[in-house]
């Protein structure tokens, strides 16, 4: 699995988009990039995953550059509860593969 | 869909004692995972199931450490003989075979005295 690299902390003021930047530089063709986030105390939340194309649902957008070398995530409008440990991963979806956890991004959202 | 669930949530064991873990995956998921979080990292993985096959496990997977699926439905995780450096979290993930998305429990947290 390709190694990513995120900003360790970010804070974002509460009702702001907060966008969460991953590096992937070295993602090879069939790498999902997966967004999970962690909760204090709780089991990681899938929030998203994209090949190429940006992805949009209910929780958050996915912007993958072109070259697949990087991309972000964004909450449109972060809430308190948003706060949180955010996990970019690169992950091929073939059988058996785990998922490679790094430290991810602490993103405090403020009031 | 009730989402995959664990338990217990919590476990507090005294070392050298024996625990195990249960996790219940979302329904008609065949694949399951374990992976063991301790404090201010990342989840590691541990080993994976597709139905009642184990088919992966992690270096991290020592010999005090067992997990099964019988049935191919909800699998336990079984540490004999536990030691201080067990204590973390053991979260469970369960896919489906088409769509690789895993979709996380609670976790169970264990403290080894």
């Known amino acids: 699995d390709a190694k990513t690299t995120q900003p360790t902390s970010m804070d974002c003021a509460e009702g702001r988009a907060a966008n969460l930047p991953c590096n992937h530089s070295t993602i090879s063709g069939n790498e999902y990039v997966y967004w999970y986030r962690q909760i204090h105390s709780q089991g990681p939340q899938y929030i998203i995953h994209?090949?190429?194309n940006n992805e949009t649902n209910e929780m958050a957008s996915l912007i993958i550059t072109e070259d697949r070398k990087s991309s972000t995530l964004i909450l449109p409008h972060a809430t308190l509860r948003d706060t949180a440990v955010y996990y970019c991963i690169a992950f091929p979806p073939s059988a058996g593969n785990m998922l490679t956890f790094g430290g991810g991004t602490r993103l405090m959202v403020k009031p | 869909d009730t989402g995959v669930s664990q338990n217990p949530r919590h476990k507090i064991t005294k070392r050298g004692q024996n625990v195990t873990f249960r996790c219940d995956p979302i329904?008609?998921?065949?694949?399951l995972y374990w992976y063991r979080q301790t404090l201010g990292q990342g989840p590691e993985f541990l080993t994976y199931f597709q139905n009642e096959a184990q088919l992966e496990k992690s270096r991290l997977l020592s010999d005090r450490f067992s997990a099964e699926r019988p049935k191919g439905s909800f699998s336990t995780l079984e540490i004999q003989r536990t030691e201080q450096g067990d204590s973390a979290m053991y979260l469970c993930?369960?896919?489906?075979?088409?769509?690789?998305?895993?979709?996380f429990g609670p976790g169970t947290r264990l403290l080894v005295l």
């Open positions: 994209g090949l190429k």
């Open positions: 329904s008609e998921h065949n694949r």
């Open positions: 993930a369960s896919s489906t075979a088409i769509q690789e998305t895993q979709y």
